[in-house]
């Protein structure tokens, strides 16, 4: 627009220009179709901006191409996953049925594979006539004789080709060429953004998902030491509450077995009937799976896909006690019962059936709903309850009734404060849950909880709240 206002001003002035700055211009046409691939480009970038969705970003792209260069054919070329293939992904001109379907080679097979090794965009005046690569059938059954193609590149891999067609000879110009690349890396750009947003997303939706999971595991295991602690502190009936909270939350069926007298275990069965029972079986050292290995190499067993045999040796344990109906294949989890470093037993999960494998997250709740039971067990294996104690008490002879000799416990000494953060422990209270309630800075709540673990000889919070209830400083 410019030349055309000062045209008369310089052509009746002495500041005329040079015959060689004149030459160097180029003409009217080429500066307007200039224009035209510059402002095709910046709409096709405003798009990429706005977070068009990438299959209408490839449509937006070739139609620039159609409108643009006035060629009957274009199209957006993705490279499949194998590498030996690009697929139409996205066209126009083409027959009904191409897009979304065909394929044309890679390397020399056809221009557009011819494309991607290239270093910037290929041009082809006569398909007929060219040796550099061979013509993809899909071009000639189209009748295309030229055409131009660029490789849409997502940083340094390669995503696909964008090209540029036309069904009669014709010489495409530097700057159309240009133009066509300048496309592929708008489109190049796009589709890595979208493909770093994906991830970002993913990432933010995994990461939420593991949060909601520890919350999940964080909530059953709260509730399952809640409940544990306050059983009843008979030892067989310990046991078969520790069976049946894990049916359903992790298994259809669960084992708890806790070795006696040397060779002997007591087991305690829970499944989804709802139904528990106990039995005991001898222990067999040699036993490849199960409560033997375990206790033999002190480590759980996982088994994410195990076979009909492998349960079915497992449940043949106990004889009748065994999985009801099994008959096909599951996956297995059995985790040491363990406190203070000895280990006394075993808790095990099956899920029957196929496509419900365990993963690390089952682990880490089981060896939490583990640890819990060992505590509550152990506790329920030497408590002595307060009524066999008074008769015991009684039935002495030669000792007052109302003088009775009860072993003494040196009771650990607590703040009022550790106190209060003890029972919110005791309840299942995080420790910013407790600093809220408590008005404390969630620090000063964490140095309370260590001072409450060190006082009860304590490794860990669990533990530290079975202990109390032991010395009676929480109520059952």
Not at 115 to 140: M, N, Q, T, W, Y
Not at 349 to 368: H, W
Request: net charge negative; proline share 6%; hydrophobic share 40%.
């Amino acid at each position: 627009m410019w030349r055309t206002w000062y045209t008369p001003f310089l052509e009746g002035s002495a500041l005329k220009e040079s015959p060689i700055k004149a030459a160097r211009r180029p003409p009217e046409g080429d500066l307007e179709a200039r224009v035209r691939q510059q402002e095709a480009v910046a709409k096709l970038g405003k798009s990429a901006l706005s977070r068009t969705a990438i299959p209408d970003l490839m449509d937006e792209a070739v139609g620039f191409l159609i409108r643009t260069l006035g060629v009957s054919h274009a199209k957006v070329l993705e490279l499949l996953p194998e590498g030996d293939a690009l697929v139409v992904r996205a066209g126009v001109g083409w027959e009904s049925g191409v897009v979304g379907v065909a394929t044309v080679g890679t390397n020399l097979e056809s221009q557009a594979g011819y494309a991607l090794i290239s270093d910037g965009p290929v041009v082809c005046d006569d398909l007929h006539r060219e040796i550099r690569f061979k013509g993809a059938p899909l071009l000639h059954d189209h009748g295309i004789i030229s055409g131009v193609t660029a490789a849409i590149l997502t940083g340094d891999l390669p995503f696909g080709v964008l090209g540029a067609h036309a069904q009669e000879p014709r010489r495409f110009s530097q700057s159309e060429a240009r133009f066509v690349q300048d496309v592929a890396d708008v489109l190049g750009a796009a589709i890595a953004r979208s493909a770093a947003d994906e991830r970002s997303r993913t990432a933010l939706d995994e990461r939420a998902e593991r949060a909601e999971a520890a919350e999940r595991r964080f909530r059953f295991l709260a509730r399952a030491n809640a409940l544990l602690s306050a059983s009843s502190a008979d030892y067989p009936t310990a046991l078969r509450n520790a069976a049946r909270l894990a049916v359903p939350t992790i298994a259809d069926w669960c084992f708890i077995d806790v070795v006696e007298d040397g060779a002997r275990i007591r087991r305690a069965v829970s499944d989804r009937s709802g139904g528990t029972s106990e039995a005991f079986y001898a222990l067999d050292p040699k036993s490849p799976h199960g409560t033997p290995k375990v206790l033999r190499d002190g480590r759980p067993e996982f088994v994410s896909e195990a076979g009909e045999d492998l349960l079915d040796s497992i449940a043949r344990e106990d004889g009748p006690y065994g999985l009801p109906d099994l008959r096909d294949s599951g996956s297995f989890l059995c985790v040491p019962l363990r406190v203070r470093q000895k280990t006394f037993g075993t808790m095990g999960f099956i899920n029957v059936g196929p496509g419900r494998p365990y993963g690390p997250e089952d682990l880490a709740l089981a060896e939490g709903l583990s640890h819990c039971a060992a505590l509550a067990i152990e506790t329920a294996r030497h408590h002595v309850p307060e009524l066999r104690l008074v008769r015991e008490l009684l039935n002495r002879p030669g000792q007052p009734p109302n003088t009775p000799s009860v072993p003494s416990v040196d009771t650990p000494d607590l703040t009022r404060r550790q106190f209060e953060v003890l029972n919110l422990m005791s309840e299942g209270h995080p420790a910013r849950q407790i600093a809220a309630e408590l008005h404390l800075s969630e620090a000063t709540v964490r140095n309370h909880i260590r001072a409450v673990k060190h006082a009860l000889d304590a490794r860990s919070q669990l533990e530290a709240i079975a202990r109390a209830r032991k010395f009676g400083l929480l109520s059952t």
